[in-house]
């Protein structure tokens, strides 16, 4: 489960600062406490999750979901909103990979680092993150790639697969499936 644009209170953002608490503990008690098949992992989720709408899935003793709150990297988001949550997401996002020596790990997100067509004719590429915070997670991913086994987003209502060459090892270092959204708007 992943937070997409269309899902807080203003479109294309996280929630702003003085809401998330209120948010966040909405959601944990509506994914993880209320949900039976989530609540082995609430306990464990919910200091992030609360901070900023990302957390951790241990879902086997080797396999771990990272679930990513991208809302405030998108490039639509409004910078007075976005807080220090997106800054402390990319921290912890570095630090599990880097600290985890015997897990692989599933990325799950809504909007992903990198580009996509515009949904117009014009065939231009379209950013969806911010510069800052991509040239971060793509080195994340690099330094990391031996340790993710597939990042999962949505965003785009079309299918999409991509793998990403390393440039040092000239190995596939991404592997991201964009998936198409189970709503009709735009399908």
Known sequence: MTFGNNDCRYHDNA???AEKTEYYS?????????????KPFAA????TLLNGGYYRADIS??????ELNTMAYNTDALP?????????????????LEEATDRKFIILDHIYGGARFKHD?????QSL????????????????SDKIMIELAGHDHWEDLR???????????????????ISPDHN
């Open 121 to 125: 004719n014009t065939k231009k590429a």
């Open 15 to 17: 929630p702003p600062e």
């Open 61 to 66: 003793s080797d396999v771990s979901i990272l």
């Open 129 to 144: 993150w911010a510069p800052e915070y991509l040239d971060q997670y793509l080195k994340i991913w690099e330094q990391n």
């Open 44 to 47: 464990a989720a919910k200091e």
């Open 163 to 181: 793998v990403t060459d390393n440039d040092a090892t000239n190995h596939p270092s991404r592997n991201l499936f964009v998936s198409a959204g």
């Open 26 to 38: 909405f959601i944990h008690k509506l994914w993880f406490e209320n949900h039976t098949p989530n």
């Open 80 to 96: 007075e909103l976005i807080g220090q949550s997106a800054a402390d997401q990319m921290k912890w996002l570095a630090k599990t």
